[in-house]
């Protein structure tokens, strides 16, 4: 296999400014995570704005998570056969465009429509942007220069219930969205001088949208299935039938995936590189831990501590104030020692945050969650800063843009899920605690009651609960609810510990030290289906402008120590 022309991801050399590089990529990645995080502060505004209900406005988010979960292994997919800094460019421009729609959207069916192109836009950039980076750095700054990058991303998404409630307040939900068109110029900028062009393609490039399609269905189902169980509980129609297309759009996924001469997702590659298949289930039980519990700790800061929106968002800073110190850290320890360590002390910190957590939900004081909140940040930060570069330090460097979106899109996945089924726990939870802590107390909870009840408290939501304002005639239901809603968050943050210890498990068994410097580099061997005999592999060797195709005995990296 040449690497002129058939690997159209390699772009032309290495840049010639990787700072740059780094900056334009770090953007893109920071925006799109603001941009999940910022949206919900302005939810309140939106329903005012277009006069819809709560249930109708929360697809404002999952009409961009949805696309930007089910898309992104086929985003990384394009960029490996399409060429990188094309893919990318592309979707900046689809996400530019329709931020610029969204914001200025006239009616809710157009702000729905530019959400979903935007999740599309998100799931072009995100593989390749990692991808490209990992391009413009030698092996041996690689992790540090992603863990930079992971690590001011993920503080940018922490901060965004901030960014987007000083937004939305001093200006309006539409500067929220409109904030990215700037951000998205200057990236396309950056991007442009720094990120070499795309070597050109001769050959036809086969892409399986029948894959793509499928993963799709996989998300989707899973995740309205799961998601639709509060309202219309476990045996409804409307959650059972989403969870079996899940389950038969599954199956047809693996056996499509296994027949296809040009895989969207190798499974070749999962089941020969062990550190891959490793850091994948990491970014996935990392991100059901940290977008799940993003969804529970603002409420407990909102209803439980009386906390308003803008004050909570502050309030969560020391969860992002350890990935501003320890990401770079993370990643020199990485690039020391391999992913193994470091992966596992972040899910211990996880699994430990959970304990400290559910201990402190009782005490009714910001300072009692104080120690898990630290916690959980220190983990996120280790876990979410190394599990890029062991991905795609094991594996060919064709493969990057794959790797990238199986990696981005088990995060987004797992996230996904992660509301979903945390949010479940604590919901069932929640109700059943309510119930029988009202019937202790000699009182009773009906059905009208129930209801103007859980619309007051869903508006407490967004403005923070005042005891002294809440509606009179259901004050004395207050107290149950806060009681239930303790027991509810120390179940589920003991669920996250048990993800994350799930986790550790997983990193222990998997994860090993990378190959030395001087040993054969095993990202120099392309394995993209079943045509490739079982104890050979071929690749390239790039050195230069030219390049020679070797062969030798297969060897799975994540296996040496």
């Not at 990318?88 to 729609?101: D, H, N, P, Q, R």
């Not at 901030?162 to 937004?167: A, N």
């Not at 079996?244 to 996924?253: E, H, M, P, Q």
Request: net charge neutral.
């Amino acid at each position: 296999m040449a690497a002129s022309s058939a690997d159209p991801g390699s772009g032309s050399g290495r840049s010639a400014s990787p700072t740059l590089v780094l900056v334009a990529m770090t953007l893109a990645n920071a925006m799109i995570l603001v941009d999940q995080t910022a949206v919900p502060l302005a939810l309140p505004d939106i329903m005012d704005s277009f006069g819809i209900g709560s249930a109708l406005v929360q697809w404002v988010l999952n009409g961009s998570l949805l696309p930007l979960a089910g898309l992104l292994v086929l985003g990384g997919r394009l960029g490996d056969l399409l060429g990188l800094r094309r893919i990318f460019l592309i979707g900046s421009v689809l996400f530019g465009g329709a931020s610029t729609l969204a914001g200025f959207a006239p009616t809710f069916g157009i702000l729905l429509l530019a959400r979903v192109v935007q999740g599309v836009g998100g799931a072009l950039m995100l593989p390749a942007s990692v991808a490209i980076v990992s391009a413009a750095y030698p092996k041996s700054a690689r992790g540090r220069a992603l863990g930079t990058m992971g690590g001011v991303a993920a503080v940018a998404g922490a901060l965004g219930p901030t960014i987007g409630g000083v937004l939305t307040s001093t200006l309006s939900w539409r500067a929220v969205l409109l904030v990215n068109v700037p951000l998205l110029i200057l990236t396309v900028l950056a991007t442009l001088r720094s990120v070499p062009a795309d070597q050109p393609r001769t050959g036809k490039a086969h892409i399986d949208f029948t894959g793509a399609g499928l993963l799709s269905l996989i998300l989707v189902g899973l995740v309205f299935g799961l998601a639709q169980t509060t309202v219309w509980g476990w045996t409804s129609p409307g959650v059972v039938v989403p969870l079996v297309v899940c389950v038969v759009s599954a199956v047809l996924f693996v056996r499509r995936e296994r027949a296809a001469k040009n895989p969207l997702m190798s499974f070749t590659l999962l089941r020969r590189h062990r550190n891959y298949l490793g850091a994948t289930l990491s970014q996935g039980l990392a991100g059901v831990c940290e977008m799940g519990l993003g969804v529970i700790l603002p409420l407990i800061l909102i209803l439980n501590l009386g906390m308003d929106p803008a004050l909570a968002g502050l309030a969560l800073i020391p969860t992002t104030l350890p990935m501003i110190a320890l990401a770079p850290l993370a990643g020199r320890w990485y690039d020391k020692a391999g992913g193994r360590p470091p992966l596992m002390a972040g899910f211990a910190c996880i699994a430990l945050s959970g304990v400290a957590l559910a201990i402190g939900v009782g005490h009714d004081t910001y300072l009692a969650l104080l120690p898990g909140l630290l916690l959980y940040g220190i983990g996120l930060a280790i876990t979410l800063t190394v599990n890029d570069p062991v991905s795609l330090d094991s594996i060919p460097d064709s493969d990057d843009g794959q790797a990238s979106g199986v990696s981005a899109t088990a995060e987004q996945g797992g996230g996904a899920v992660g509301i979903a089924l945390l949010y479940a726990l604590f919901h069932t939870v929640y109700v059943s605690n309510l119930l029988d802590n009202v019937e202790r107390a000699g009182q009773d909870l009906p059905g009208d009651t129930a209801d103007r009840f859980r619309d007051s408290m869903q508006a407490a939501e967004q403005t923070g609960l005042n005891y002294n304002s809440f509606d009179p005639d259901l004050q004395r239901y207050l107290i149950p609810a806060l009681h239930a809603s303790d027991t509810a968050a120390a179940v589920t943050f003991l669920a996250m510990s048990g993800i994350a210890v799930l986790g550790l498990v997983v990193m222990a068994a998997l994860v090993r030290r990378p190959p030395a410097e001087d040993a054969p580099d095993a990202r120099t061997t392309p394995i993209t289906g079943g045509s490739v005999p079982p104890n050979t592999i071929v690749g390239t060797v790039i050195s230069g402008p030219g390049a020679s195709t070797v062969h030798g005995p297969a060897r799975d990296p994540g296996t040496t120590m």
